[in-house]
C-alpha cells in the first residue's frame, strides 16, 4: 500500500519561504510510471494544483504559481519536496502530496500551513 | 481542458441516484477520475480512467465520460456519501486539473 506523509513547518512569516517534504513508502520513486503532485487547498475551498514531478526531475507547474514555485526529488531518500517562496496570507492552505496517474491516486493526509506574523 | 466546471452543489434524497457532472473543453478525449473527501480528511478516489472503480468502493458508485462531460452517479445514495467531490483530469501528460467541486447532500 502506497503511503505518503508530508512535514515541514506549520507556521511561516510573511515574504518568507514555505518548504515541504513528502516522503513515500510502499513505493519507489525512481521506479517511474507516475507523477508525484502537490496540491493545495484553502480553507473551505477546492482543490489547487501547484505542481508535480517526475522521478527523472522533470516538472510541471500551474502557471498561477510558477514563478514562486520549485519541486524536486531525492530518489535516494524517496521523497520530494516543495518550496514557495514570497508567501503571504493568501498561501494558507492545507497541502497535500499525492501521487496520481490515470490508473489512480494516492494522497497523504495533508498538512495545515499558516501564514502569519 | 483547461477548466473543468461542476455544479456547486447537488441534493439528493436517501435511495434515490445523484448525478454529478463535470465539463469541460474535449473532456471525452481524455480520462477523468472522481475523488470524494469528507470534512477534515484526505480526497479518496472512487472512480478513475471514466469508469473503473478502486478496491472498496461500493458498486453504487459508477462513472462515465463523453464529449464535453463526464459524469458521476451514485445509485441508492446513502447519508454515508454526504461529501464533497471533485473530478480530475490531465491537461496534458503531466499537467492536472481539477474541477471546482460539488458539495453533495443527501436529505
Known amino acids: 500500500q502506497v503511503q505518503l506523509q508530508e512535514s515541514g513547518p506549520g507556521l511561516v512569516k510573511p515574504s518568507q519561504t514555505l518548504s515541504l517534504t513528502c516522503t513515500v513508502s510502499g513505493d519507489s520513486i525512481s521506479r517511474g510510471g507516475y507523477y508525484w503532485n502537490w496540491i493545495r487547498q484553502h480553507p473551505g475551498k477546492g482543490l489547487e494544483w501547484i505542481g508535480n514531478?517526475?522521478?527523472?526531475?522533470?516538472?510541471d507547474y500551474s502557471p498561477s504559481l510558477k514563478s514562486r514555485v520549485t519541486i524536486s526529488v531525492d530518489t535516494s531518500k524517496n521523497q520530494f519536496s516543495l518550496i514557495l517562496r514570497s508567501v503571504t496570507a493568501a498561501d494558507t492552505a492545507v497541502y497535500y502530496c499525492?501521487?496520481?496517474?490515470?490508473?489512480?491516486?494516492?494522497w497523504g493526509q495533508g498538512t495545515l500551513v499558516t501564514v502569519s506574523s | 481542458s483547461h477548466y473543468l466546471t461542476q455544479p456547486p452543489s447537488v441534493s439528493v434524497s436517501p435511495g434515490q441516484t445523484a448525478s454529478i457532472t463535470c465539463s469541460g473543453d474535449?473532456?471525452?478525449?481524455?480520462?477523468a477520475c472522481w475523488y470524494q473527501q469528507k470534512p477534515g480528511q484526505s480526497p479518496v478516489l472512487v472512480i478513475y480512467?471514466?469508469?473503473k472503480r478502486p478496491s472498496g468502493i461500493p458498486e453504487r458508485f459508477s462513472g462515465s465520460n463523453s464529449e464535453n462531460t463526464a459524469t458521476l452517479t451514485i445509485s441508492g445514495a446513502q447519508a454515508m456519501d454526504e461529501a464533497d467531490y471533485y473530478c480530475?483530469?490531465?491537461?496534458?501528460?503531466?499537467?492536472?486539473?481539477f474541477g471546482g467541486g460539488t458539495k453533495l447532500t443527501v436529505l
Open positions: 499525492a501521487r496520481l496517474s490515470n490508473v489512480g491516486g494516492y
Open positions: 474535449r473532456l471525452g478525449d481524455e480520462f
Open positions: 514531478i517526475y522521478y527523472s526531475g522533470s516538472t
Open positions: 480530475q483530469a490531465w491537461d496534458s501528460s503531466s499537467t492536472v486539473i
Open positions: 480512467r471514466d469508469n
